[in-house]
């Protein structure tokens, strides 16, 4: 069977050309192994990709708390570390997996394996300060091996409290890509 015939190499004709995959589990000689550990490209030590979905409203006293929730692999989770919801989480506080700045500027993630990269953070849903209506960004970042989440106006660079911005029966949903260590 020529090369471009055989639906195991089609695709990749110049790894297929070296080594010729007739099973998914084959090892690989050189840097790549399938021996249980999937490594990303970018790396030689093991990663594990996931995607985790999340709620952000206000708690019960809109202006001094918030409710973080997770969502389901329904909705965008997948693969994700164990992450407990946090329930009128206030600034300078930590309840379950999360952490709210002393400002209430900075939404931490706090998880176990380490988060060594994070990317594609999607708004699924914004309803925000309604009595403003100003559009805003939310960016994640890296701070040390967990993940922060900040919130901006358009045109701003200046980051704004998560409390003042979340107006009673207000939601956001967010889901983000990220790489765990193990």
Known sequence: MPLSDNPNTAFYPTLAAKVPLTDATEAITGSWTFSGNRPLEGTTSRNVLRSISFDIEPGTTPGTNINITMRDTNTGTWNAPTIVDATNLAKNATVGSWTL????????????????????????????????????????????????????????????????????????????????ST
């Open 101 to 180: 700045g002393t400002d209430g500027m900075a939404i931490t993630l706090n998880v176990t394996p380490d988060i060594i990269s994070a990317f594609g953070t999607n708004v699924i849903y914004g309803k925000w300060n309604t009595a403003e209506a100003v559009p805003y960004y939310i960016r994640a970042t890296l701070s040390g091996a967990n993940l922060q989440f900040y919130i901006t106006k358009v045109g701003s660079t200046t980051n704004l409290d998560w409390t003042a911005v979340l107006d009673a029966s207000d939601l956001i949903t967010l889901n983000i890509m990220l790489v765990t």
